[in-house]
């Protein structure tokens, strides 16, 4: 089974969806082995800017003779989004590859039936510019050609790792998945520091952006490390060495630990509990 013969439908055309399909069609895929269900028509017109993939406002149907079903809908509608599609999935024995954060292998199985083969995975929204980071992980049933179908789906958006325990990707959720937040939360506070020491908000938004911009960038293009680069700005006795003691005295490294140990937390607990979040 390849890609090029796949037959591929997302269940739910929103944000995540939109951003899949529109890497799948840039990467060469053909739009008529695309279909997305979504019961919004609005939704649906969205997707039509994309190209001539096949919509469709009833689920099941979508799913029909299906070689991937992408479930890419909120963790709340999970349940009504499998019991809609159970037995397209049954009868075409669909791969199932689910986005949602917190939704296991088990509860999916429990209800899309047992031996349902299902990639979990967990992409972040940077996979809207096709700059996503997703981890995969895979159950029992999943065959090789189906966890090679799975990787080039998710490659279209962005780099993809395997994580081996399904478990992995709670800390995942909490690094990647939840991590463009706290990027921005940092740019937000810089924004707000400038501003107090009396810079306009637009000179200090560009400029928190564009630093931004290229520290991502020298982290991806440089050949040396992350503290290397960090040392290359951190002139002896001067101001970047006296930020960086306050962060440090402040305990900046315990508090990201805590923080996103509080978000794999909570990963967990959605998991366990079936609970809804986005
Ligand atoms: N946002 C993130 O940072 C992020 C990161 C990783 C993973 N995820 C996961 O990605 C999934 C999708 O997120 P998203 O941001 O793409 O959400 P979204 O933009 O709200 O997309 C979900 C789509 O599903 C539609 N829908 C609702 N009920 C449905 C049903 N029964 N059948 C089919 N479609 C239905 C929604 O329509 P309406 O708008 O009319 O309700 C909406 O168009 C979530 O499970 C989330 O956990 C999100």
């Not at 999935?89 to 296991?104: D, F, H, P, Y």
């Not at 980071?133 to 799975?150: G, I, K, M, N």
């Not at 982290?219 to 006296?242: I, N, Q, W």
Request: one cysteine or more; a negative charge.
């Amino acid at each position: 089974m390849s890609l090029d013969t796949a037959i591929i439908t997302f269940v739910g055309a929103g944000n995540m969806a939109s951003s899949i399909i529109g890497g799948l069609l840039e990467s060469g895929h053909r739009p008529a082995a695309l279909r997305a269900a979504d019961p919004s028509p609005e939704n649906l017109a969205r997707l039509r800017k994309l190209g001539d993939i096949e919509l469709f406002e009833d689920n099941a149907t979508a799913c029909e003779d299906a070689t991937v079903v992408i479930l890419a809908v909120k963790p709340q509608v999970m349940a009504a989004a499998m019991a809609s599609v159970r037995d397209q999935v049954c009868a075409s024995n669909a791969l199932v590859i689910s986005i949602a954060a917190g939704t296991t292998i088990a509860s999916m199985q429990a209800g899309l039936g047992e031996q349902t083969a299902i990639v979990r995975c967990m992409p972040n929204t940077p996979a809207l510019l096709g700059a996503g980071a997703t981890a995969l992980h895979a159950s029992e049933q999943v065959d090789p050609a189906q966890r090679e179908l799975a990787e080039t789906i998710l490659a279209a958006v962005g780099i993809v790792e395997w994580v081996p325990a399904e478990a992995d990707l709670d800390a995942i959720t909490a690094l990647s998945g939840s991590g463009p937040a706290y990027f921005f939360l940092f740019m937000e506070a810089m924004i707000e520091a400038g501003c107090r020491m009396g810079l306009s908000r637009n000179c200090a938004t560009a400029m928190t952006r564009q630093t931004a911009l290229g520290a991502a960038r020298m982290a991806m293009e440089s050949d040396v490390d992350l503290a290397e680069l960090r040392r290359r700005v951190t002139s002896p006795g001067g101001t970047t060495e006296r930020a960086v003691q306050r962060f440090e005295a402040d305990g900046l490294s315990a508090l990201v630990q805590a923080a996103m140990d509080a978000a794999r937390e909570r990963a967990a607990e959605m998991g366990a509990g079936g609970e809804a979040a986005n």
